[in-house]
């Protein structure tokens, strides 16, 4: 009940400048000398009110030390709850296993399972490896719509670098919450990469049209849920739950606004 009034007050908190798109910043949270960042956002912003239309929504973040030149902890799991106005339809699109990506290069994943892929995005790692100094590896990032697994529907993030040539697969659980934030996309990193791989950024975009009983199907939709006789609303986005090495958690929200259409 806690949660339906606190909704309804932040649906009713409508400021005019506020409903114009601008470029939000990103949302630091700092504890001792490790900073993250959280920033995310849907396009387009302007929707129905009530019938979910598609869009395509992003999430980023960093994990940064305050200090200059201090290391960066081991980032071990991510979790990304998304507002409960947000949907995701998966009915009638192809499903990419994690076989089929794993070993790959990202034109091998294409070629496979390239009628699954659902988003795309851009990470970058600092690899500790003995006898060298820290050095960053780029790597670009592909979503797959994947299988269900003990329950939960997954999500198949490969990401694969060039230089040097590697890869590994973040499969993203997909679970169902009741409350502001009604679905959750949590993953874990791979054993294998914990002793020399250092997540310092990540950033994705899920988006996919496609056409199923002959209808046009987006992967992800929204409304834009203000309330009667309002232009619309501003509405905590999305939250982002760092869990790092030695159990310590981290934690950013952001709010975003939308316009009824």
Known sequence: MRGRVARRILLATLLAGLLVPTAAPAVLSQQGDVVVSFDGDLAPATLPRTDPAPISIGVAGTVKSAKKGGDIPQLQTISVAINDAGRLYDKGLPICKVGSIQPATESNARETCGASIVGHGHVTVEAHVP???????????LAFNGPVVHGHK?????????????????????????GLFGTVMSTRLPQGTSSWAYLASFEMTLHRIYRYAGAERSFVSAACSAPAGFPGAVFPFAKATYGFAGGRKMRATVVRSCKVR
């Open 154 to 178: 997954e999500i198949l993030a490969q990401v694969y670098a060039r230089s040097p040539p590697g890869a590994f697969v973040l499969p993203f659980r997909i679970s169902h919450h009741a």
């Open 131 to 141: 006898t060298q100094p820290p050095f960053s590896v780029d790597a670009t990032l």
